[in-house]
């Protein structure tokens, strides 16, 4: 979906690697969250009669197989799920990672947590938010939506929302759910002398280097992007051998990494 985005090339990766080892080559397009360009995309892979497909979709709601004519073509959906089942899938509980983060945040003592969401119609903007509202229910707090923003993903959007929800004094933490708003969040505080966390507690989602060398270090969702990619390419390679086999799904754990943002 976007190339700029660290968890994705690091996927890409590790793709790259297994899939060589297995006498594979990698061809990787952007679609850069577009499902018109992404239409485009597959087609154009398809007319190069490339071995498999491994796609992180753009959209949950839509007809992917109908792009193939034929129907055991081996496919892979990676990151983000549709409402098919016919292809294999790697996935990462961002459910279960999100609401112990906002948990966390609850028991320091935040009641008041705004939350930017990721694309809407993605099936990780989804589970992360669930994971969110669990969290809050769970503890006896009602989900307020003024405090919920949904961006585009980018760092931009992380940068906007944060400013919006800086106007509501009664905020006191944030959580970020991708990488990129996460950055453009923490460049906001920034800009606006937010001392973080004593007025601001933020927890972002992805764990990368510069995550550590912020000030202070943020504390994120940490997803194993090495053995995404390389279980998506393991069970690309097995369903291109044996295109009859039955369909798997491969849910990876994601991990709350806590520093001294929260």
């Known amino acids: 979906p976007d190339i700029s985005n660290f968890f ?26 577009d499902l018109d360009i992404e239409r485009q995309n597959i087609a ?3 007319a190069q009669l ?13 007809n992917y197989r109908g792009l193939f ?15 098919q089942f016919m292809c294999d899938t790697v996935v990462v509980d961002g459910m279960s990672a999100t609401k112990q983060a906002t948990s966390f945040l609850i028991e320091k003592g935040h009641s008041k947590i705004g939350y930017i969401k990721g694309l809407a119609g993605l099936s ?3 589970d992360r938010f669930q994971g969110y509202v669990e969290a809050l229910q769970e503890h006896g707090i009602e989900v307020d939506h003024s405090l919920v ?3 585009d993903s980018h760092r931009e959007s992380g940068y906007e929302l944060c400013c919006e929800l800086l106007k509501n004094n009664e905020v006191t933490a944030m959580y970020v759910s991708n990488n990129l708003m996460a950055v453009g969040a923490m460049q906001c505080l920034a800009d606006q002398d937010v001392k973080i966390p004593e007025q601001m507690a933020i927890i972002g989602f992805d764990d990368y280097n510069w ?19 390389a279980t998506a390419a393991r069970l690309i390679v097995k369903r291109i051998e ?20 929260c």
């Open 8 to 33: 994705f090339t690091a996927i890409a990766e590790s793709l790259e690697k297994v899939l060589r080892e297995s006498g594979y080559h990698l061809v990787l397009c952007n679609t850069d969250e």
């Open 44 to 46: 154009l892979l398809n």
């Open 50 to 62: 490339v071995s498999g497909m491994v796609i992180a979709p753009t959209t949950h709601n839509f």
């Open 69 to 83: 004519k034929d129907e055991k073509f081996p496919l892979l959906f990676i990151d983000r799920e549709t409402n």
């Open 124 to 126: 990780t903007s989804y």
């Open 149 to 151: 923003y949904c961006g």
């Open 211 to 229: 995550a550590t060398i912020t000030n202070p270090p943020l504390s994120t969702i940490k997803q194993p992007t090495g053995e995404i990619g």
């Open 242 to 261: 044996n295109p009859d086999a039955p369909y798997k799904k491969h849910v990876f754990a994601a991990e709350f990494i806590q520093r001294k943002s």
